[in-house]
C-alpha cells in the first residue's frame, strides 16, 4: 500500500477476536499478541496460535506441560519448535500438532490412544517430531505432509502425494488394524489412488475431501489381490453353462467380525476397485448376460484374475453367486430378497426377466465386495463402450436399468444401509421428509445433465448390451450436451484452478449419524456420502459430534448431532447432509465447527462479511435451531473463523489503503456471480434444453448452452481460488486473474460468439413458445434473473437479456481490477500488473459490445430479407457489415430492369438479383477504387477469381464507405479474424488502408473451362493464383507447385489417375503457361518413365524413356532426341531382352535414315532404314556379308531381299578387290 511501504501494512493483519457462545450482550476479546496471527486450532480446553515468522503459542488448560500453572495459561510459546518454521497447525481435543516448512510434523500433548504418534508415553510435553515412512519404497522414505487434522484419539495427515495416514486409536482411522492404538502413522490404503485436497477429524469420525476421478483416471487396474496376505479376493469356477464368482476369501490379517456385528456393518467397499463406489454399480453389467437374445453366445464376464473370459454356452449365462454370509440364518435373506424382489414386479416388464433376478440379488448383497466384483470384471468389457450410448445422460439408464423399488429402498452400490428392514424402511422415510433436496441415495433427477461427466467415472458403462434392449428404453431424444465440462473443457484451468468436482468421504463412529450415510453404523473404511456428489463442495468441517460442507455455491451442508441446534436446521439428529437454514441472500464461504456449535462466515447485503454462530448458548436456555448473526462482526473484516471445544475465534484484517476491503469485494462479486449462473443453468437453461427444437437451432443452443456451462465452471473455480486466497495469503501474487487472464478472456469471446451465431438464426424467438410453456406463469423468475429493466418486455427481449448478462460482469472485474490497482504506488509491479489486466478485460467489454451489435443488426436484417434467399444465405457465424437496399451501389451495364442488391458480410460479397445471388468469398476478392479524372463517376473496380465487375456508387462519400468498408472485411477475414477473434482492440482506428493484393486462400472455380470445380488452395495475387498452391480437380488430378498468373509455372508435381490401370500417371518437373515445360520426369501408370525435355505439355528435345524393368517382360530404353510427342532425329534404343542396340536416326517413333544395329550374337549392321526396316550391308562374325533390304526378327526370321558375299574365298586373290 501507498506511502508508508509494506511494513505498518503487515502490522495490522491477523487481529484476533474470541468469544464463547452466543448472547445479544456477547463481546469478543481481542488477544494481543506481538506478531500477526496466521492460523489458529482449539481443542477441547486449549488452542494453538500461528503467528507470522512460523512461531506457535498455545494457551488454555496444558495438563501435559510439567510446570502446570493453576490459572488458564496465556498464549505461551513453544519453543522446542524454534528454529523451525511452521506453516501449519491443528489440535485435538487434548493433543496438538504443527507441520513446518520442509513438510515434517511435530506433535505434543495426550498420547493415551497413540494420537501422538509416539510410543511409550503417556503424554508428550513438547513438540516432537514424528515420520511418515513409507515402507512400500526401498529404502523406505520420509514422506513431506502437508496438512494435519487431529480429532479425540486420532491424527489425520495428508501428505505431499494428496494421500491420507492415520495413527492413533479406533475405527475412525480408515485402517484395518486390530490392535489399538496404531503408534506408528500409517497409509489409508484405501483413498491410495485418489487426490484427497482435505481432511477434518471430528471426536470419533473423519472426513475427507476428494477429488473425483476423472477421465485420465480410471484405466488403472483394478486391484484384486488382498492388500495384506496377497490371495486372491474373487475366485471364479467356469462351469457348463454358469459362472460361479466367489467372494469368499478371507483376510487373517483383516478385522474379524463377531456375528452381532457383522448385522450391524454393512462393510464399505474393499479396495477392490478403484472407480468411484460414489457411483451406483449399474446392473448394465449383469446385461452382459444379455437375456435379451438367447440365440448369441453372450460375452460372460472377465474373470479379475488372468483366466480368459469365460464364453457361456447358451443365452442365459446364469450367474450363480457364493456369498460368506453376514447374516445369522438364510432366511433373512430369503425374505429381503423376497421384499425387494416384490417392488421389482411393476417394471419388470420393462426389461427382460432374466435381467432382475440377478439385479436383486446384487442390490441386495450386503457386501459391496460383491458389487464391486461385478464392476472390476465388467471394467474390463467396459473398456470397449460404444460411443452411441455416451449421450443417454446417467439418469435415464438409472431409470431404465434399475426398477424403482430396488433404487430407492437398498442404497446403491455397496451402502445398502443395513440388513434389517427396519432400517431401510427409515431412510425411505428421511427420503421423503427431506424432499427433492438431497437424499441419502443421491438424487439422481436434480443432477441430470452431469450425469454425463458422471459416466466418465463408471467402470464400464454398457458393456454388450443389445441395440434391442436400448430401444426399449423408448427415449428417442438424447441430450449431447453434458452441464458441466468433461474433464479437460479448460486445458491450462484444469491445472491452475481448484476443482469443483469432488466427493466427501467419512468412516469412523456413526451413532449420531455424523458420517452422513443415512444410519448410525460405524465404517472401518472410509466410503463415499452419495448425496454430496455433484454439490461441488469445496471445504469440510467437523465437530465433536457433527460434520459440516461448504459448496462452490455457499451453501452448507450439515449433519450429525444436532443436541443443541448446532446443524443450523431442525432435523435431529440427521443422518444424511441437509441445507443449513439460511436466508436468501446469504453465502457462507468459511466454516468452522466446536464441540456443539458452528461457525459460518458468509457474504450478506453489506460489504463486510458477517459471522453467523449457530448451537450451544452461554446462558442456559433456548437452543437456536437456525443460525442467528452475531452483531460485532459488522465493523471488522474477517477473514477466516476457527471454533473449538466451547470456543470461537475469528481473525480479521484492518483495512490498509482499502486493499482488504478490495479483495473481499471481489471475492464476493466471484461468489454471487457464481450463485447467479447455477440459477440460470438449472432454472432456465436445462429446461429449454428439452424444448423441441429445429435441428440447426438445437445444435446451436446445445453449444451455447456447453459454452455457458464453461464459463459458469470457470468463474465457480475462480471463486473458490478467491476465497481460498481471502482464508490464506491476501496477496495479489495469488490472483489467478492476473497471470491467467486469457482463460478468461477466451471463454468470454467464445461464449459470446456461440451466443450471437444463436441470435442471428432467430434461436431466441424459437424458443419463444417453449419458455412461454415452461415459465409463461411466472415471468418473474425470468425478470429477476435476467435483471431487465424495461417494461412488459417480450420473452425473446428477457431471454437476450438474461443470456448477455454475463458480459457484464467483465466490467465488474475491470472496476475491481482497477480498485485493487488503486491500493499500490503507481512504479510497482503489482499497480502495473493490475492495471494490465484491467485494460485487458476493458477492452473484451467493448469488443463484446460491438459484436453484440453486429449480431443484432444482422438478425432485424435477415427479418427484412426475402424469405427464399435467406435460406441458404443465413449461416451462425455470418454477421452482416453493410447492404445497398437504398441504391448506394449498383452494377455498371446493368440493364435498364434488372436489380442488383450488393449485400457485404464478414465472409463474403453478395450479389442479389431477383430469383438468384452469387456469393464472392471475400478472403479471394480484390477490389480498387477506379480513378475519377472528371468522368463524375463513382466507381470500384471488384476482382474475383473468375469476374472483374465495376460497381457505381451513388457519391463520392459513398464509394469511400464501400471502400472502406470492404477492404476491412477482406482484411479480417484473411486474417482468420472473421468472427471469433477479432484482435482486441481493432477498430476502424489502427486499421491498414487496404489488405495485401498477395495471400494465402482457398477457392473453388464454378465456370465451364479447364479449372471447372478444381478447387485452388495457395497463395494469389490479384485475383490469380501466383506462388506455391495445390490444385485439386474432381477427377482425381491434382497439381502442386509453382504459379503464376493464374496458371501453373515453374516447378511442379503433377497426379493424374489413369482409370483403365487404376494407377496414377505422375509428373515432376517444369511448367510453363500452363503446360509441362523444360525439364522434368513423367512415371506413365504403365512403369514407362520418361526423363527429358518437354515443350507444350509434351515430350520435346532429348529424353530418355524406360520401359519395363530389367525384371519384367520387356525392359528397353530409348535416350534422344523427340519432336511433339515422338522420336524425331537421333537417338540409341537398347532392347535389352533381344539384346539388340540400334543407334540412328528417327522419325515419327519409326527408324528412318541411317543408323547402325549391333545384336548379343556378334551381329553388327548399320545401313540406312525406311519405316523401320534397314536397308545396306550385314556384316556376319566370320566376315561375310549381306547386302539389301531387312525385314523379320533377329534369331527368329530375317527376310532378306539382296545378295550375299564370301570374300574369304578367294583368301589368294588378296590384292583384288571383291566386287561384284
Known amino acids: 500500500p501507498r506511502g508508508r511501504g509494506r511494513s505498518s501494512a503487515e502490522k495490522v493483519r491477523g487481529l484476533l477476536h474470541t468469544w464463547k457462545g452466543y448472547s445479544c450482550s456477547v463481546t469478543p476479546e481481542r488477544l494481543l499478541l506481538p506478531r500477526p496471527v496466521l492460523q489458529v486450532a482449539l481443542g477441547a480446553r486449549h488452542g494453538v496460535l500461528l503467528v507470522e515468522g512460523g512461531q506457535v503459542y498455545s494457551f488454555g488448560e496444558l495438563p501435559w506441560k510439567q510446570s502446570q500453572v493453576p490459572e488458564p495459561a496465556k498464549p505461551t510459546l513453544e519453543s522446542a519448535l524454534s528454529g523451525q518454521r511452521v506453516v501449519a497447525v491443528a489440535a485435538g481435543s487434548f493433543h496438538s500438532g504443527a507441520v513446518t516448512e520442509d513438510g515434517g510434523i511435530h506433535m505434543w500433548g495426550d498420547n493415551g490412544a497413540g494420537q501422538c504418534g509416539l510410543s511409550g508415553l503417556s503424554t508428550v510435553p513438547n513438540p516432537t517430531p514424528v515420520a511418515l515412512v513409507d515402507s512400500d519404497t526401498s529404502p523406505p522414505q520420509t514422506l513431506p505432509v502437508l496438512e494435519l487434522a487431529c480429532g479425540e484419539k486420532h491424527t489425520l495427515a495428508l501428505s505431499v502425494q494428496r494421500e491420507v495416514w492415520a495413527w492413533g486409536s479406533g475405527c475412525q482411522l480408515g485402517l484395518n488394524a486390530s490392535v489399538f492404538p496404531v503408534w506408528k502413522p500409517q497409509k489409508v490404503e484405501h483413498l491410495v489412488g485418489r487426490c484427497v485436497l482435505q481432511v477434518a477429524c471430528g471426536a470419533s469420525h473423519s472426513l475427507a475431501l476428494v477429488r473425483c476421478l476423472g477421465p485420465q483416471d480410471i484405466h488403472r487396474p483394478p486391484v484384486d489381490k488382498c492388500r495384506q496376505c496377497n490371495q486372491l479376493l474373487y475366485t471364479m469356477t467356469d462351469k457348463e453353462d454358469h459362472v460361479i464368482i466367489s467372494d469368499s476369501h478371507y483376510c487373517p490379517l483383516g478385522v474379524e467380525l463377531t456375528e452381532d456385528e457383522g448385522m450391524l456393518e454393512a462393510p464399505a467397499p474393499t479396495p477392490g476397485l478403484k472407480t468411484s463406489p460414489s457411483e451406483p454399480v449399474l446392473p448394465s453389467h449383469t446385461s452382459t448376460t444379455n437375456s435379451d437374445s438367447p440365440a448369441a453366445p453372450s460375452k460372460m464376464l472377465p474373470s479379475s484374475d488372468s483366466d480368459p473370459a469365460a464364453q457361456t454356452k447358451d443365452g442365459s449365462g446364469a450367474v450363480s453367486v457364493v456369498k460368506s454370509s453376514l447374516y445369522p440364518d438364510e432366511q433373512a435373506v430369503k425374505d429381503y430378497l423376497k421384499k425387494l424382489s416384490d417392488n421389482t414386479q411393476t417394471d419388470a416388464k420393462m426389461t427382460a426377466g432374466g435381467l432382475h433376478s440377478l439385479l436383486v440379488s446384487l442390490t441386495s448383497t450386503p457386501s459391496s465386495t460383491l458389487n464391486h466384483l461385478v464392476a472390476s470384471c465388467a471394467s474390463a468389457v467396459g473398456e470397449r463402450v460404444a460411443s452411441t450410448y455416451e449421450a443417454l445422460s446417467l439418469k435415464k439408464m438409472m431409470n431404465f436399468y434399475l426398477p424403482s423399488g430396488v433404487s430407492r429402498s437398498g442404497g446403491l452400490a455397496g451402502t445398502v444401509p443395513g440388513v434389517g428392514d427396519n432400517t431401510t424402511e427409515r431412510v425411505r422415510q428421511e427420503d421423503s421428509m427431506q424432499g427433492k433436496k438431497s437424499s441419502s441415495t443421491g438424487d439422481i433427477r436434480e443432477e441430470e445433465a452431469e450425469g454425463l461427466r458422471r459416466r466418465l467415472s463408471l467402470p464400464g458403462l454398457l458393456s454388450q448390451v443389445s441395440p434391442r434392449l436400448l430401444r426399449k428404453a423408448g427415449r428417442p431424444r438424447m441430450r449431447a450436451v453434458a452441464l458441466t465440462p468433461l474433464g479437460g473443457a479448460v486445458p491450462e484451468a484444469q491445472e491452475v484452478l481448484p476443482t469443483l468436482q469432488t466427493e466427501v468421504w467419512s468412516w469412523g463412529h456413526g451413532e449420531h449419524g455424523q458420517l452422513g450415510h443415512g444410519d448410525n453404523l460405524a465404517r472401518l473404511q472410509p466410503l463415499c456420502i452419495k448425496s454430496l456428489n455433484n454439490k461441488e463442495v469445496v471445504r469440510v468441517a467437523a465437530g465433536a459430534h457433527h460434520s459440516l460442507a461448504v459448496t462452490a455455491q455457499s451453501q452448507v451442508f450439515s449433519w450429525g448431532s444436532n443436541s443443541s441446534g448446532q446443524l443450523g436446521h431442525m432435523e435431529s439428529p440427521s443422518t444424511v447432509p441437509r441445507l443449513a437454514k439460511l436466508s436468501d441472500g446469504i453465502r457462507v464461504w468459511d466454516v468452522s465447527a466446536g464441540e456443539r456449535h458452528t461457525l459460518l462466515l458468509a457474504d450478506g447485503d453489506c460489504i463486510q462479511p458477517i459471522i453467523y454462530y449457530s448451537g450451544q448458548q452461554v446462558k442456559e436456555g433456548e437452543e437456536e435451531s437456525q443460525p442467528v448473526l452475531l452483531p460485532f462482526c459488522m465493523n471488522v473484516r474477517t477473514n477466516s473463523v476457527f471454533a473449538g471445544g466451547r470456543r470461537c475465534v475469528a481473525l480479521s484484517d484492518r483495512n490498509v489503503m482499502?486493499?482488504?476491503?478490495?479483495?473481499?469485494?471481489?471475492?464476493?462479486?466471484?461468489?454471487?456471480?457464481?450463485?447467479?449462473?447455477?440459477?440460470?443453468?438449472?432454472?432456465?437453461?436445462?429446461?429449454?434444453?428439452?424444448?423441441?427444437?429445429?435441428?440447426?437451432?438445437?445444435?446451436?443452443?446445445?453449444?451455447?448452452?456447453?459454452?455457458?456451462?464453461?464459463?459458469?465452471?470457470?468463474?465457480?473455480?475462480?471463486?473458490?481460488?478467491?476465497?481460498?486466497?481471502?482464508?490464506?495469503?491476501?496477496?495479489?501474487?495469488?490472483?489467478?486473474?492476473?497471470?491467467?487472464?486469457?482463460?478468461?478472456?477466451?471463454?468470454?469471446?467464445?461464449?459470446?460468439?456461440?451466443?450471437?451465431?444463436?441470435?442471428?438464426?432467430?434461436?431466441?424467438?424459437?424458443?419463444?413458445?417453449?419458455?412461454?410453456?415452461?415459465?409463461?406463469?411466472?415471468?418473474?423468475?425470468?425478470?429477476?434473473?435476467?435483471?431487465?429493466?424495461?417494461?412488459?418486455?417480450?420473452?425473446?427481449?428477457?431471454?437476450?437479456?438474461?443470456?448477455?448478462?454475463?458480459?457484464?460482469?467483465?466490467?465488474?472485474?475491470?472496476?475491481?481490477?482497477?480498485?485493487?490497482?488503486?491500493?499500490?504506488?503507481?512504479?510497482?509491479?503489482?499497480?502495473?500488473?493490475?492495471?494490465?489486466?484491467?485494460?485487458?478485460?476493458?477492452?473484451?467489454?467493448?469488443?463484446?459490445?460491438?459484436?453484440?451489435?453486429?449480431?443484432?443488426?444482422?438478425?432485424?436484417?435477415?427479418?427484412?430479407?426475402?424469405?427464399?434467399?435467406?435460406?441458404?444465405?443465413?449461416?451462425?457465424?455470418?454477421?452482416?457489415?453493410?447492404?445497398?437496399?437504398?441504391?448506394?451501389l449498383t452494377l455498371q451495364n446493368a440493364g435498364r430492369f434488372s436489380v442488383n442488391w450488393f449485400i457485404l458480410f464478414n465472409d463474403a460479397l453478395v450479389h442479389a438479383q431477383f430469383s438468384t445471388h452469387h456469393v464472392f468469398p471475400l478472403a479471394t476478392l480484390w477490389v480498387e477504387p477506379i480513378p475519377e479524372e472528371n468522368t463524375g463517376i463513382h466507381g470500384l473496380k471488384v476482382i474475383t477469381p473468375e469476374e472483374t465487375f465495376t460497381l457505381l456508387a451513388s457519391s463520392a462519400m459513398e464509394k469511400t464507405k464501400w471502400l472502406r468498408s470492404i477492404n476491412q472485411a477482406v482484411d479480417q477475414a484473411l486474417s482468420g479474424a472473421g468472427q471469433d477473434s477479432t484482435s482486441?482492440?481493432?477498430?476502424?482506428?489502427?486499421?491498414?488502408?487496404?489488405?495485401?493484393?498477395?495471400?494465402?486462400?482457398s477457392y473453388t472455380f464454378y465456370k465451364d473451362g479447364r479449372l471447372k470445380e478444381a478447387t485452388y488452395e495457395g497463395r494469389w495475387l490479384n485475383g490469380k493464383p501466383n506462388g506455391r498452391g495445390v490444385l485439386k480437380w474432381p477427377d482425381g488430378r491434382i497439381y502442386t507447385g509453382e504459379f503464376k498468373n493464374g496458371l501453373e509455372d515453374g516447378f511442379g508435381e503433377f497426379v493424374a489417375p489413369n482409370k483403365t490401370l487404376n494407377k496414377n500417371d505422375h509428373y515432376q518437373g517444369q511448367w510453363k503457361d500452363g503446360k509441362m515445360h523444360g525439364l522434368g520426369t513423367y512415371r506413365y501408370a504403365s512403369g514407362e518413365v520418361y526423363d527429358g525435355s518437354f515443350q507444350d505439355g509434351m515430350r520435346h528435345g532429348h529424353g530418355m524413356l524406360r520401359s519395363g524393368k530389367l525384371n519384367t517382360s520387356s525392359p528397353s530404353v530409348f535416350i534422344g532426341q523427340w519432336l511433339q510427342d515422338k522420336k524425331t532425329g537421333y537417338g540409341v534404343f537398347d532392347d535389352i531382352t533381344k539384346g539388340e542396340k540400334y543407334m540412328g536416326m528417327w522419325q515419327d517413333h519409326l527408324r528412318q535414315g541411317t543408323g547402325v544395329v549391333v545384336t548379343q550374337f556378334g551381329l553388327y549392321y548399320e545401313g540406312a532404314f525406311k519405316d523401320n526396316k534397314m536397308m545396306g550391308v550385314l556384316t556376319m562374325a566370320n566376315g561375310d556379308y549381306l547386302e539389301g533390304s531387312f525385314g523379320g526378327e533377329w534369331g527368329t526370321g530375317l527376310k532378306v531381299t539382296g545378295s550375299y558375299f564370301k570374300p574369304h574365298l578367294f583368301d589368294t586373290d588378296k590384292d583384288k578387290t571383291h566386287t561384284v
Request: proline share 4%; hydrophobic share 35%.
Open 984 to 1001: 482486441v482492440g481493432s477498430g476502424s482506428s489502427g486499421q491498414k488502408l487496404e489488405p495485401p493484393t498477395s495471400r494465402t486462400a
Open 658 to 888: 482499502g486493499f482488504i476491503a478490495s479483495l473481499h469485494e471481489l471475492a464476493a462479486a466471484e461468489r454471487k456471480f457464481y450463485c447467479k449462473l447455477c440459477n440460470v443453468k438449472t432454472q432456465i437453461i436445462r429446461p429449454l434444453l428439452d424444448s423441441a427444437l429445429g435441428q440447426v437451432t438445437l445444435g446451436l443452443l446445445q453449444t451455447l448452452a456447453g459454452r455457458f456451462s464453461l464459463l459458469c465452471h470457470l468463474t465457480g473455480q475462480h471463486a473458490a481460488s478467491l476465497t481460498a486466497n481471502l482464508r490464506r495469503g491476501r496477496d495479489v501474487k495469488s490472483l489467478l486473474i492476473l497471470d491467467h487472464a486469457g482463460i478468461f478472456l477466451d471463454s468470454y469471446n467464445e461464449y459470446c460468439s456461440s451466443l450471437g451465431n444463436f441470435q442471428v438464426m432467430a434461436g431466441f424467438q424459437a424458443l419463444t413458445k417453449p419458455s412461454l410453456d415452461f415459465f409463461g406463469k411466472s415471468p418473474e423468475l425470468l425478470q429477476r434473473l435476467s435483471e431487465c429493466s424495461e417494461e412488459n418486455p417480450t420473452m425473446a427481449d428477457l431471454l437476450v437479456a438474461l443470456f448477455y448478462l454475463p458480459t457484464r460482469h467483465l466490467h465488474e472485474y475491470g472496476r475491481l481490477l482497477l480498485k485493487l490497482a488503486t491500493c499500490f504506488e503507481v512504479c510497482s509491479n503489482d499497480y502495473q500488473k493490475l492495471q494490465d489486466s484491467c485494460s485487458k478485460f476493458e477492452a473484451l467489454t467493448l469488443k463484446l459490445k460491438r459484436k453484440r451489435k453486429e449480431a443484432e443488426y444482422t438478425f432485424h436484417f435477415w427479418k427484412s430479407f426475402p424469405g427464399k434467399m435467406t435460406d441458404s444465405l443465413r449461416k451462425p457465424h455470418r454477421r452482416l457489415i453493410c447492404e445497398s437496399s437504398n441504391k448506394a
